[in-house]
């Protein structure tokens, strides 16, 4: 079975320009989450999706958004880039059982600079 | 909403030593413990997982044990190789959703 996919790997911005990250589960998984991880702020949770319905938001500005797609697929969006959106946007896929939570499967994230 | 909190946040030990790791968190609704192991340039995954019903896990080399009384939980690993060395993240959620808090990392260094 594949991994959790995402693309691009690595990907340098400017202050002011947006970008879209994606993110392909695992064959199955309906829940789709992101996370930022920066060097010691751990992972901190963006939002979460759910048959293509965002369930759970974290505490991050507007300018963060995503969806997912029928295909359980997702893509988040940062607009207005700021210097401190540096860092490795992560996705996680989970096999779901109604709302019992389960092992998170990362993907190997996407690394954004900001310059 | 919830606040995890680890410690240390770097940890050396000699080979075969042990290594705990303690988080403490602040939400009495959370009720799933996962701990997960990121080595170095690679993703994070599970190596050990504790529910709300249950005081101890153990699984070979490690354990996790939970206090839900005092809200926090420890990751113990025992006989520690050179592989062990990465960052371990604690986290804690409720079994309602899909939100994780993490805490902010541990990097372990075991020393051969």
């Known amino acids: 079975k594949a991994g959790v996919t995402q693309t691009p790997r690595y990907l340098i911005k400017t202050r002011g320009q947006q970008v879209t990250l994606s993110c392909s589960p695992i064959s199955g998984h309906r829940s789709v989450s992101w996370y930022q991880q920066t060097p010691g702020q751990g992972l901190q949770f963006l939002f979460e999706y759910f048959s293509e319905t965002q369930r759970n938001k974290g505490n991050f500005p507007g300018r963060f958004s995503g969806r997912q797609f029928s295909n359980s697929r997702s893509e988040m969006n940062v607009s207005t880039l700021e210097l401190g959106d540096s860092a490795l946007y992560l996705c996680?896929?989970?096999?779901?059982?109604?709302?019992?939570?389960?092992?998170?499967?990362f993907g190997e994230g996407s690394r954004l600079t900001v310059l | 909403g919830e606040n995890v909190e680890q410690h240390p946040s770097t940890l050396s030990v000699q080979e075969g030593d042990s290594a705990v790791i303690k988080c403490t968190y602040s939400?009495?609704?959370?009720?799933?413990f996962p701990w997960y192991k990121q080595e170095l340039g690679k993703r994070p995954q599970l190596i050990i997982d504790?529910?709300?019903?249950?005081g101890e896990k153990k699984d070979q080399r490690i354990a996790v044990t939970l206090n839900k009384t005092a809200k926090h939980f420890s990751l113990h690993i025992t006989e520690t190789q050179p592989e062990d060395s990465a960052v371990y993240f604690c986290a804690a959620t409720k079994i309602t959703g899909n939100q994780f808090y993490f805490g902010t990392g541990t990097s372990l260094t075991v020393i051969p």
């Open positions: 996680a896929s989970s096999l779901l059982a109604g709302f019992n939570t389960g092992e998170l499967f």
């Open positions: 939400d009495s609704a959370s009720n799933y």
């Open positions: 504790i529910r709300s019903n249950v």
